[in-house]
């Protein structure tokens, strides 16, 4: 990514935040720090925003606008109609959005059930179960960017992005960086 895409990014995730001061503390940084990074890249006070903390931001993102999308459902309909189960370390999450459902299985590495009164079957699209896998995968393991960088061939600017595909600047994974990062895991839990 270059220096204006960063920048760029940046300013779309950012209005997320009520106040920069919300941002700041979110990121662990100055507030003065928040505004340099909305800065030009022309300027001299310019900064730029870690890859990391661009990644929280992403997370933090995605999370709140799939939860969002979670309070609409169909009008006199009950919610239980059309909600889905995921069990998120031990506590069984309702939510009536499929995207949200296939995001949080990911991440908590489980799966969706409808709910009882939810005539529908569960059935993930194609890149919907690559982005499960890769989740799972990256989010139970402690697995070092670099490692991750080397698997997807991406810099350490996208690297984050890869599996967030319900959002607009998500990259799906492929099957190759899925089976090449399943393996590596498998290999330093057998190694430990």
């Known amino acids: 990514m270059t220096p204006t895409k960063i920048f760029e990014h940046y300013l779309t995730l ?10 700041a503390d979110f990121l662990g940084v100055k507030r003065q720090t928040v505004y340099q990074y909305a800065f ?4 001299k006070a310019a900064r730029t925003v870690s ?11 995605i999370e709140r606008d799939l939860e969002s999308v979670d309070r609409f459902f ?37 799966s ?43 810099d350490e600017y996208n690297v984050g992005r890869v599996g967030l595909i319900w959002l607009n600047f998500g990259i799906v994974p492929n099957e190759d960086w899925i089976e090449d990062l399943e393996s590596y895991v498998g290999e330093v839990r057998h190694a430990a």
């Open 14 to 23: 950012k209005r997320g935040w009520k106040t920069p001061q919300d941002l």
């Open 40 to 43: 030009r890249r022309e300027n």
């Open 51 to 61: 890859a990391e903390g661009l990644d929280r931001m992403r997370v933090a993102v």
């Open 74 to 110: 169909p009008p006199f309909k009950k919610r239980s109609e059309s909600s889905w189960l995921i069990n998120v370390a031990g506590k069984m999450v309702s939510t009536t959005c499929k995207a949200h459902a296939a995001y949080l299985a990911g991440c908590a590495r489980t």
């Open 112 to 154: 969706v059930q409808p709910h009882s009164e939810n005539p529908k079957n569960w059935v993930p699209d194609p890149k919907e179960m690559l982005a499960m896998r890769w989740l799972t995968a990256t989010r139970q393991n402690e697995v070092p960017r670099s490692v991750l960088m080397e698997i997807t061939g991406l």
